[in-house]
């Protein structure tokens, strides 16, 4: 098996395929790497000669497309030529919460890793080294390998886990300074030969220090355990948030109290309306799973709470806007500001704005939204998934604006659900003057303050806070 590698390949141009390989392109101008991806929509947006127009916001990410596109850096759909040309192989692809069957709604879907596996058997016709980099359950590696070396053409296949830690919105930094990389393999001559061959990789921009090599099963099985802690602090937070309200207390000094604690730390103790995105929810429910699998109730009850909590956040705030709002939404202008399920990322994945909004629209609120990055195609395609209501139904009770102050005309009330920076910025002297009085900002971001929302007139909700 060759020590250095010089083509990768990676299966899946998504959030982390891009991102990923843009930066291995741009740390190592020897490796010719080539992502691809069965989406030609997605690919060919990844080609467009306009990198304003790639499939994902990223900050800093067109600029690391633009230095090593079309040097070292290929987007293509020809999947099985790429995996045919490569020495090294990631697989990227999504692995989403099974929507049918056993293990229906906790349990990862895993069609697309097992499909990647067939074909790269398939199509090898020499020795490979296959990189998980998909998010996976504990022991997917055994059946990887199982598939591949079952249909392959009697070549080696190494499997490695390297889960990635990036998080959308900062991804490009992450990846850059990543806080440590991790490579679960064989203890075997040429699994250790092929973790040290990847560790290389990373090791153009990261200090051998920060590389961490481990056995598969630790590896994979990391990967959920970080996701679920951060969550499980978020959700922590927010129970505490609904006891601030109730109490006079208010969360932002319980959080930075606690967070002086170095043993707690002040990271991730924002209070919110909850966490959001493609990772935390799927990845507990896989660990909700598993220990299901193993008869291991308990576990999996203790973590399955960290879900429960936030789905309680968010209906919490949705029913206190109702509520505020003298017990009905019905027919009234709402404007919801931000759609993404977090700031600088165009993701809207388990977003909580696709849930607040649902919820309102189940009271007949008339909801307008602006958010900075996402379309009006995919929010539409966002509530249609829900199948709450028709399509028609969605488009007559809700429009998406991209005049952010002008669409709060004769608004009842604003719900903030992303922390967009320029929303701090935007001039709420004249959006008080637009709206109807009493003007309501229900703010399920902290992003604004008290004091000043106050003295312009308007009846300022700020979650965590009475
Ligand atoms: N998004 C994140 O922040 C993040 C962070 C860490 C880990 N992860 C994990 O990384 C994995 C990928 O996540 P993502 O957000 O990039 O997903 P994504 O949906 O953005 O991208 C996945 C891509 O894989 C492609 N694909 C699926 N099957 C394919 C096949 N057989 N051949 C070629 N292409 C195929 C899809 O078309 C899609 O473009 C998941 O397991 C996720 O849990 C995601």
Redesign the pocket.
């Known amino acids: 098996m060759s020590k250095k590698i010089t083509k990768i390949c990676c299966?899946?141009?998504?959030?982390?395929?891009?991102p990923t390989m843009s930066i291995i392109a741009k740390k190592c101008p020897e490796i010719w790497v080539t992502v691809?991806?069965?989406?030609k929509e997605?690919i060919d947006q990844w080609n467009n000669a306009n990198l304003d127009n790639l499939?994902?916001y990223e900050p800093g990410l067109k600029e690391v497309v633009g230095e090593t596109r079309g040097k070292n850096l290929f987007f293509s759909t020809e999947?099985d030529r790429a995996i045919d040309e490569a020495e090294m192989i990631f697989i990227?692809?999504?692995?989403?919460t099974k929507t049918y069957g056993k293990g229906k709604g906790q349990a990862?879907d895993l069609k697309?890793i097992e499909?990647?596996a067939r074909?790269i058997a398939k199509i090898a016709k020499n020795n490979k080294i296959v990189v998980e980099?998909?998010?996976?359950p504990v022991r997917t590696a055994a059946a990887i390998k199982s598939i591949l070396d079952n249909n392959g053409n009697g070549v080696h296949f190494e499997i490695l886990s390297n889960?990635?830690?990036?998080?959308?919105g900062t991804?490009i930094t992450d990846l850059l300074h990543a806080d440590r990389v991790l490579i679960g393999g064989e203890d075997t001559p040429t699994g250790r030969e092929a973790k040290d061959a990847l560790s290389k990789i990373y090791e153009h921009w990261l200090p051998k220090e920060r590389i961490l090599q481990t056995n598969v099963w630790s590896s994979e099985l990391s990967?959920l355990v970080a996701?679920a802690f951060l969550a499980q602090r978020v959700s922590s937070i927010n129970s505490i948030s609904a006891l601030c309200e109730k109490t006079d207390a208010n969360i932002e000094e319980v959080s930075k109290a606690i967070g002086f604690d170095s043993r707690i730390g002040p990271k991730f103790l924002n209070a919110s309306v909850g966490f959001g995105?493609?990772?935390f929810q799927?990845?507990i429910l896989n660990l909700v799973y598993i220990a299901r699998t193993f008869g291991l109730q308990e576990v999996a009850d203790y973590w399955e709470q960290v879900i429960i909590l936030n789905d309680y956040q968010k209906r919490r705030f949705a029913d206190n806007m109702i509520t505020t709002l003298y017990n009905t939404v019905s027919g009234k202008k709402i404007v919801v500001y931000g759609w993404a399920f977090k700031k600088d990322t165009n993701?809207t994945?388990e977003s909580a704005a696709i849930y607040v909004v649902d919820a309102l629209l189940e009271e007949n609120a008339e909801i307008v939204v602006y958010d900075p990055q996402v379309s009006e195609k995919k929010i539409y395609a966002d509530l249609d998934y829900l199948n709450t209501r028709s399509p028609a139904e969605n488009r007559r009770l809700l429009k998406v604006g991209d005049k952010p102050i002008e669409i709060t005309k004769d608004a009842h009330a604003i719900a903030i659900l992303t922390e967009w920076d320029e929303f701090k910025a935007f001039n709420w002297q004249v959006i008080y003057k637009n709206m109807l009085k009493p003007a309501f900002v229900f703010d399920g971001r902290r992003l604004l303050t008290t004091g000043s929302m106050e003295e312009i007139g308007f009846k300022y909700y700020k979650i965590g806070q009475k």
Do not use: H, M, Q, W
């Open positions: 299966i899946g141009a998504g959030y982390v395929g891009g691809v991806d069965i989406n997605r499939p994902i999947v990227s692809v999504n692995t989403p990862a697309y499909l990647c074909n980099k998909s998010t996976l889960p990635e830690f990036l998080a959308e991804a990967k996701n995105g493609s990772c799927k990845d993701d994945r």
